[in-house]
């Protein structure tokens, strides 16, 4: 029988010894279950080469196609990652809606020995409890965000809070960018549904109890929506302010994004969209600043010039609340620290 799973804390805490994802490569890296491993019964190719027979010629052909590859293909993964494994292991197989591809792969692996199970509804299932934790069911935690202006080093705090043993949630880690238009990372960012999922696993670990602290964002992280909840939450949500004089804004930005000053051309290609919002003469000086190699001074120039203001107009359009604020002399690796320890203590006394 099908495991049958109502809530995303008993599909995620399952006392199986492995999750193996069965659906293509690319329905894998979209998004997956936690801890998963992708063991594809139809490669990407195959998946589109059997649907095309389902389209094209009929349902039979198809079924009949995709079983020889489904087969041929159980056969590579018992011989090769799942050779190690004893009559013992009990794994979890599921695929889109827990159907075919997982019930072919999870009956071989019986005929073998193995305790195998699916997951009723398969990664539909999954989906589906991921979106009620984000979008339906009511959000129990108490959030509280750490605010203050560009380059005051909130998200670097934001981990020197969790070593403190302070509740966070790291958003901009999750969505893989820095929350601003220079903020693109290496790799890129998850797909929307890969994002929701970490998300999702985040609050499941989080004690509703207490507080947790979550950097002022804006309604997306790069192309990363945030969940209307979510999204709501944060704008209610009461603040902590983090202050730093603007050089120390600069000198912390020159060192957050070293790798975006390592590759000049791709900075003056995000620099380009400012133009219809700035004007020309203002980007033409950043990228003088940029020619000349002078990277504080543009930080300054931008923080100054661009983001403190549009910042400012923000705080003017919200109505806040404030809990505190902290204020940083400096923003080096012992600056941040200080600031951290100040952190921590204020938010262990509300």
């Given at each position: 029988m099908p495991q049958i799973f109502t809530t995303l804390h008993e599909l995620t805490g399952h006392h199986f010894d492995?999750?193996?994802?069965?659906r293509s490569p690319a329905e894998f890296a979209e998004d997956h279950v936690p801890g998963a491993i992708n063991l594809p019964a139809l490669s990407n190719d195959q998946r589109v080469e059997v649907g095309t027979v389902y389209?094209?010629?009929?349902?039979?052909?198809?079924?009949?196609l995709g079983a020889a590859?489904?087969?041929?293909?159980?056969?590579?993964?018992?011989?090769?990652?799942?050779s190690q494994h004893d009559g013992a292991w009990q794994p979890l197989v599921y695929c889109w809606r827990g159907g075919q591809r997982s019930g072919a792969?999870?009956?071989i692996l019986q005929q073998i020995g193995w305790r195998a199970d699916t997951i009723k509804g398969g990664y539909q299932t999954y989906r589906k409890l991921v979106h009620d934790a984000l979008y339906v069911d009511p959000l129990p935690h108490r959030l509280i965000l750490l605010d203050g202006y560009t380059g005051t080093a909130k998200t670097a705090l934001l981990h020197l809070l969790a070593e403190r043993g302070v509740q966070?949630?790291?958003l901009e880690g999750l969505a893989a960018h820095r929350g601003s238009l220079l903020g693109g990372v290496a790799g890129g960012q998850p797909a929307q549904k890969g994002f929701e999922s970490k998300l999702a696993q985040v609050l499941q670990d989080l004690d509703p109890d207490k507080p947790t602290i979550v950097e002022a964002e804006s309604s997306k992280v790069g192309q990363i929506a945030l969940p209307?909840?979510?999204w709501a939450r944060m704008t209610a949500a009461p603040?902590?302010?983090v202050t730093a004089p603007l050089a120390a804004r600069a000198a912390y930005l020159t060192e957050a994004y070293a790798d975006i000053i390592d590759d000049p051309i791709l900075l003056r290609d995000r620099l380009q969209p400012l133009r219809n919002l700035r004007g020309h003469a203002v980007v033409d000086g950043w990228e003088a600043l940029l020619n000349a190699g002078d990277f504080s001074a543009l930080a300054t120039a931008l923080m100054d010039q661009h983001y403190d203001a549009a910042y400012t107009r923000s705080r003017k359009i919200d109505d806040r609340e404030w809990l505190g604020e902290v204020e940083a002399e400096s923003l080096d690796a012992a600056g941040r620290a200080r600031v951290a320890d100040d952190l921590a203590r204020l938010i262990n006394r509300l």
């Open positions: 492995t999750v193996i994802d069965v389209k094209q010629v009929s349902a039979f052909d198809a079924r009949k590859m489904v087969a041929r293909n159980v056969a590579d993964h018992v011989d090769g990652p799942l792969f999870a009956s966070t949630i790291d209307k909840q979510i603040r902590i302010n």
